[in-house]
């Protein structure tokens, strides 16, 4: 078995984090954006009795994966969640009573009702795989009292904060299956309470729910790229909306992540990325550079927002231009074998898989790889030198579209010879009887095509003769 260490559970918990916070709060992460009004997209367990208008979320998930045992297996089991937490703002009366207000400001700073999460973890020990483990845990709710008080010190208003409490059930079990363990895992929401709107239903959920899983005594098997000895036991493994993959450092198989979106084994934060922003597939560089734009009243009011928002407007506005430039990423050879796993206390960067040579240009600018040059590279299609200026006739093939298949049979003339990343070719082309031919030429509007998909004309073949040619 290949432990994951305590450094290496904490790599797993910055994964896991991003799981738990996804969707959490959208640019541009102000309380009036229409689309903040409707959150926590991922891993929401409703509550079971929820009236049918408060279009909650199924109160349970569930998930099957392998444990290859080495003697008596247990396995630590991590549920990790957010509990909704109203922040209600007050202001304070003449008569001393406190009136709920959807903002107040104070001492010059807006101060907004909101609804806020509070992170929770409910770890059991380890849980011995020989029978099965049905445990039920309560997380209680609570009320908090923020007073608030102008620049004189006199009071204002105040914030007050509720959660309510969730009761949890998580259930274990495994069933022997071909020389392998065969765990099944259970969370439900049992909240006995019927919840009559939509805000009652999504303050009872729990949100982003994921799983953290630790072997003991055994180690776990890849559903993604299972060992030939276990591919039929794996296709048996049955889950629902909670899939597990294997985390933590790669090479290691003692932890697996079960999340609420489907990840690959092994997940990573882009060492590119300073912080979470929360959005979908996120896009650190146009994210950031679309906080910058916003004026200050904006980022005042993201601030007023949430804690989180409030990191992320100062973390972006204190960006120097070098960090910006980190954003772009780095331009690995996809080819290339990854190095084994640095030994304690390697330097940085040791063991990272080789990147291209870029002569110390950004990835993204043209200099960064001078020798290629689509006007003037050439490829061979069945023995002929096809660069820029031969004609071809096409025949489209591999994943022809459509559009494509209306290409078959007529002659083009190459623009350019490309390669991508993956050291794949690709032929930029313009049809020689299209009238906007160079119209689109100019703008760089090309079609293209794999080589195997063109046939070139014989030397000499000109527009005007080519009909002279076979087809």
Same mark, same amino acid.
């Given at each position: 078995?290949?432990?994951?260490?305590?450094?290496?559970?904490?790599?797993?918990?910055?994964?896991?984090?991003?799981?738990?916070?996804?969707?959490?709060?959208?640019?541009?992460?102000?309380?009036?954006?229409?689309?903040?009004?409707?959150?926590?997209?991922?891993?929401?367990?409703?509550?079971?009795?929820?009236?049918?208008?408060?279009?909650?979320?199924?109160?349970?998930?569930?998930?099957?994966?392998?444990?290859?045992?080495?003697?008596?297996?247990?396995?630590?089991? #991590?549920?990790?969640?957010?509990?909704?937490?109203?922040?209600?703002?007050?202001?304070?009366?003449?008569?001393?009573?406190?009136?709920? @207000?959807?903002?107040?400001?104070?001492?010059?700073?807006? @101060?907004?009702?909101?609804?806020?999460?509070?992170?929770?973890?409910?770890?059991?020990?380890?849980?011995?795989?020989?029978?099965?483990?049905?445990?039920?845990?309560?997380?209680?709710?609570?009320?908090?009292?923020?007073?608030?008080?102008?620049?004189?010190?006199?009071?204002?208003?105040?914030?007050?904060?509720?959660?309510?409490?969730?009761?949890?059930?998580?259930?274990?079990?495994?069933?022997?299956?071909?020389?392998?363990?065969?765990?099944?895992?259970?969370?439900?929401?049992?909240?006995?309470?019927? =919840?009559?709107?939509?805000?009652?239903?999504?303050?009872?959920?729990?949100?982003?729910?994921?799983?953290?899983?630790?072997?003991?005594?055994?180690?776990?098997?890849?559903?993604?790229?299972?060992?030939?000895?276990?591919?039929? !036991?794996?296709?048996?493994?049955?889950?629902?909306?909670?899939?597990?993959?294997?985390?933590?450092?790669?090479?290691?198989?003692?932890?697996?992540?079960?999340?609420?979106?489907?990840?690959?084994?092994?997940?990573?934060?882009?060492?590119?990325?300073?912080? !979470?922003?929360?959005?979908?597939?996120?896009?650190?560089?146009?994210?950031?550079?679309?906080?910058?734009?916003?004026?200050?009243?904006?980022? !005042?009011?993201?601030?007023?927002?949430?804690?989180?928002?409030?990191?992320?407007?100062?973390?972006?506005?204190?960006?120097?231009?070098?960090?910006?430039?980190?954003?772009?990423?780095?331009?690995?050879?996809?080819?290339?074998?990854?190095?084994?796993?640095?030994?304690?206390?390697?330097?940085?960067?040791?063991?990272?898989?080789?990147?291209?040579?870029?002569?110390?240009?950004?990835?993204?600018?043209? !200099? =960064?790889?001078?020798?290629?040059?689509?006007?003037?590279?050439?490829?061979?299609?069945?023995?002929?030198?096809?660069?820029?200026?031969?004609? @071809?006739?096409? #025949?489209?093939?591999?994943?022809?579209?459509?559009?494509?298949?209306?290409?078959?049979?007529? @002659?083009?003339?190459?623009?350019?010879v490309l390669s991508d990343v993956d050291g794949g070719t690709h032929v930029a082309l313009v049809l020689v009887d299209d009238p906007a031919a160079d119209m689109h030429d100019w703008y760089g509007r090309y079609f293209y095509f794999a080589p195997d998909e063109l046939e070139p004309l014989p030397a000499g073949t000109t527009p005007e003769n080519r009909e002279e040619s076979p087809s």
């Open positions: 078995m290949t432990p994951v260490n305590a450094l290496g559970l904490e790599h797993v918990r910055t994964v896991a984090d991003a799981v738990l916070y996804e969707g959490y709060l959208l640019y541009p992460y102000r309380a009036s954006s229409h689309k903040n009004r409707s959150r926590w997209q991922f891993g929401v367990l409703g509550p079971p009795s929820a009236a049918p208008s408060c279009f909650g979320e199924e109160p349970d998930m569930a998930m099957e994966c392998l444990l290859e045992p080495e003697g008596p297996a247990a396995v630590t089991v #991590h549920l990790r969640f957010l509990q909704v937490q109203v922040r209600e703002v007050q202001r304070l009366g003449a008569d001393g009573g406190h009136t709920p @207000v959807a903002e107040l400001t104070v001492a010059g700073a807006q @101060v907004l009702s909101w609804e806020e999460a509070v992170e929770q973890e409910i770890a059991l020990p380890a849980l011995s795989l020989a029978e099965p483990a049905d445990v039920r845990r309560t997380v209680p709710g609570g009320e908090d009292v923020e007073q608030l008080t102008d620049t004189d010190g006199r009071p204002a208003g105040r914030i007050v904060r509720r959660r309510v409490p969730l009761d949890v059930r998580i259930r274990v079990g495994a069933t022997a299956d071909e020389g392998l363990l065969r765990l099944s895992l259970s969370v439900a929401n049992e909240h006995p309470g019927t =919840a009559g709107s939509k805000d009652d239903a999504i303050r009872s959920s729990l949100i982003g729910a994921h799983l953290i899983l630790r072997a003991h005594g055994g180690r776990f098997v890849s559903l993604l790229d299972p060992p030939a000895h276990a591919a039929a !036991a794996a296709a048996r493994c049955r889950q629902r909306r909670c899939w597990p993959v294997l985390a933590g450092a790669k090479g290691s198989d003692d932890t697996v992540l079960g999340a609420p979106i489907i990840l690959y084994d092994h997940p990573e934060v882009a060492e590119q990325s300073p912080g !979470a922003l929360f959005d979908s597939t996120e896009i650190d560089e146009i994210l950031t550079l679309r906080v910058m734009t916003m004026t200050e009243r904006e980022k !005042a009011e993201a601030r007023a927002t949430d804690p989180r928002a409030r990191e992320i407007i100062e973390r972006c506005d204190s960006m120097s231009p070098a960090d910006l430039q980190q954003l772009h990423g780095l331009l690995r050879d996809p080819h290339a074998v990854a190095a084994p796993d640095p030994p304690p206390g390697a330097g940085a960067g040791d063991g990272e898989p080789p990147a291209f040579d870029t002569g110390g240009a950004p990835w993204w600018d043209p !200099a =960064a790889d001078a020798s290629v040059s689509p006007g003037s590279d050439a490829v061979l299609i069945d023995g002929v030198r096809v660069s820029q200026g031969s004609l @071809v006739r096409v #025949h489209p093939s591999r994943r022809a579209d459509a559009q494509d298949l209306f290409f078959a049979g007529q @002659v083009a003339r190459v623009t350019a």
